[in-house]
């Protein structure tokens, strides 16, 4: 089996010689048979090694025994390793995420912060080829398109709020059936999850239920032949992807950060090549693709047929609007360019609690302190944040940018100069200057409207006693639309 790893790995170009790789390991079969793959490697392909292991806080004594295990492990194998331990659940709570979008998001920040401590290029973690079959069907049933439905990708780079490194997932040609039978043939321990036995996650119904129905009465071979059908699939979606790219320099006008659709060409493309422009031009403005949907596309594409003057109002402060030979996308931050503001009457202190008018922008704010308990729910929402009032060490205003700004960016204290933030989010120069900003001396803890963040260093958990709750009025623009 090593051979065919190996055979998997040199076909995805996911080794060179003298890679620094940190391997994910949670002391299950997947990972556990990764380590030890790597380490038979390590010598051919002169590999550093780093072993991290996330206590999710979600499993009690059986989470210490897998922590206890993997630290085992690497002390046996000569191997450098480091231990997070998160409480997954609070964290879910306090960003209304599920556990499973919470535990990947720490997963892959504590992968990268090691990545970077460590000086390696690579991160390498132990999905396979059920992981696969099973994302396949995950996307398929929530409704996903090529992209969805084309599954993991080998190798990939990792983008993050604090970097990027190169993601392989060597186990990717392999099922889980194998992995066991290796392992126990070379008399290799490792553990089983609890949690992967119960039905409590989607995934986890996929995984019990649905494949392990098809593989045992549709077709043994079900699994091999979602993950090959998913293979093509991406063979479809990058020939596609290519076409796009041709069109989209073609047809797409772009002008401070303003995106131009002539109508009358637009309309005769195909509709996948006209979906699939709108959607790189949606995720160019708003810098990432999540929360980015196909009804978004699709309301969009309403405007080809609407009088001049309609819009559409979309996630990330994008707007949408008919005019008259084109369509015109831009960021609602677009008006501020325009008009400016009178930073001169910048900073203004925050009225702690109280009410802060900011007649030069059209705006206010409202401010009010709340006793907090644990379990207390943290309403979602773009344009009010619960901050952690005892974090807060100056006096809080309301500002626009200055020299020596930051953000912290990863609940492992990362932090990212305002600068590089804004061009990370492709925030215009001129809309960089404008754009106000909530803070704490030189620590930015909320960017609200587009490109909007709250600093990670504030955000209530479980140690909270006191809620700062901040509301900004007047920052969205409401239009009539047609129904």
């Known amino acids: 089996m090593i051979r065919k790893i190996k055979s998997y790995m040199e076909q995805n170009n996911m080794l060179t010689k003298g890679d620094r790789i940190v391997v994910g390991v949670s002391g299950g079969a997947d990972s556990i048979c990764l380590l030890h793959v790597l380490k038979r490697l390590s010598i051919e392909y002169e590999l550093y090694l780093f072993v991290v292991h996330i206590n999710h806080g979600i499993r009690g004594e059986e989470a210490d025994r897998d922590e206890s295990f993997v630290q085992s492990t690497c002390l046996r194998e000569g191997l450098q390793y480091r231990s997070f331990t998160v409480d997954v659940p609070e964290l879910a709570t306090r960003e209304g995420l599920s556990e499973e979008e919470a ?8 992968f990268y912060e090691v990545c970077k401590e460590q000086q390696c290029n690579k991160i390498a973690i132990a999905h396979n080829r059920n992981d696969n079959a099973e994302t396949v069907l995950f996307h398929l049933f929530r409704g996903a398109g090529i992209r969805g439905l084309s599954g993991i990708e080998p190798k990939r780079i990792l983008r993050l709020e604090s970097g990027e490194a190169t993601l392989i997932r060597p186990l990717l040609g392999i099922s889980r059936t194998e992995i066991e039978e290796y392992l126990n043939s070379e008399e290799i321990s490792y553990l089983t999850d609890s949690t992967n036995l119960s039905d409590d996650y989607s995934r986890n119904k996929i995984r019990n239920r649905i494949l392990t129905y098809a593989t045992r009465e549709i077709n043994t071979q079900s699994i091999g032949n979602i993950t090959e059908a998913a293979a093509s699939l991406r063979e479809i979606e990058d020939y596609l992807n290519s076409n796009l790219i041709r069109r989209y320099d073609e047809l797409v006008k772009v002008e401070s950060q303003t995106y131009r659709l002539a109508v009358m060409d637009f309309m005769a493309e195909h509709r996948v090549i006209q979906k699939g422009i709108l959607r790189m031009i ?13 009804k978004h596309v699709e309301a969009v594409l309403t405007l080809l047929r609407k009088q001049v003057g309609k819009q559409v109002n979309l996630p990330y402060g994008i707007t949408a609007e008919r005019g008259y030979d084109d369509i015109i996308i831009y960021q609602n931050n677009r008006v501020q360019e325009e008009d400016g503001l009178q930073s001169s009457v910048l900073p203004i202190k925050i009225m702690i609690p109280g009410r802060t008018e900011l007649a030069f922008a059209g705006k206010y704010l409202e401010t009010e302190l709340i006793d907090y308990k644990n379990s207390c729910p943290i309403p979602k929402s773009s344009c009010a944040k619960w901050f952690d009032y005892d974090k807060i060490e100056n006096a809080v205003e309301i500002r626009t940018r200055r020299e020596g700004d930051y953000l912290q960016i990863n609940t492992f204290g990362g932090r990212k100069k305002l600068k590089d933030y804004f061009i990370d989010h492709k925030i215009p120069h001129k809309a ?8 704490d001396g030189s620590h930015v803890m909320w960017i609200p409207g587009a490109g909007e963040r709250m600093s990670e260093k504030y955000k209530v958990d479980a140690a909270t006693s006191k809620v700062l709750l901040i509301k900004l009025f007047g920052m969205e623009v409401n239009n009539d639309d047609e129904s």
């Open 432 to 439: 960089r200057d404008n754009q106000l900003l909530i803070t």
């Open 103 to 110: 535990g990947r998001k720490v997963r892959y920040e504590a």
């Open 282 to 294: 949606l995720e160019a403005l708003a810098g990432a693709a999540r929360d980015l949907e196909a």
